[in-house]
């Protein structure tokens, strides 16, 4: 069964840090793109950052997180971490990891419609 799995997640006062991780089972991640999205209440889901397969480790991230967040993978232990620092209240959602592949291409996709594997998200709370 393929699954993704997200932890991490935690109430945190503003300007912390929290480390996210997304471990897959059923499948291996090393040629999928895997990206971090989130979803504030009331809000559509945006993308935060990717990370592209051994293909070429491409990164993407969104601007209003880029120099805070930093996506990393471990292929060893099948998971993707997101770091991140400098946390805002406006930081706060359910952040979920998605897999898109197997991608071979070198340029890297974030768009959330294409990744066809979802886990079921953990609550990121940025708030003092």
């Known amino acids: 069964q393929v699954r993704l799995v997200e932890s991490g997640g935690d109430l945190v006062q503003p300007g912390g840090s929290l480390k996210l991780s997304c471990t897959a089972s059923?499948?291996?991640?090393?040629?999928?793109?895997v990206g971090w999205f989130r979803q504030a209440p009331g809000k559509e889901r945006e993308r935060v950052s990717c990370?592209?397969?051994?293909?070429?480790?491409?990164?993407y991230y969104t601007d209003p997180v880029r120099g805070r967040f930093t996506i990393s993978r471990d292929y060893a232990k099948n998971t993707v971490y997101l770091q991140m620092n400098s946390l805002k209240p406006e930081d706060t959602a359910v952040y979920y990891c998605a897999a898109d592949g197997p991608r071979y291409r070198a340029d890297i996709n974030c768009l959330g419609h294409d990744y066809d594997h979802w886990g079921l998200g953990t609550q990121v709370t940025v708030s003092s």
């Open positions: 059923g499948f291996t991640l090393d040629y999928y793109a």
């Open positions: 990370i592209n397969s051994r293909a070429s480790g491409s990164q």
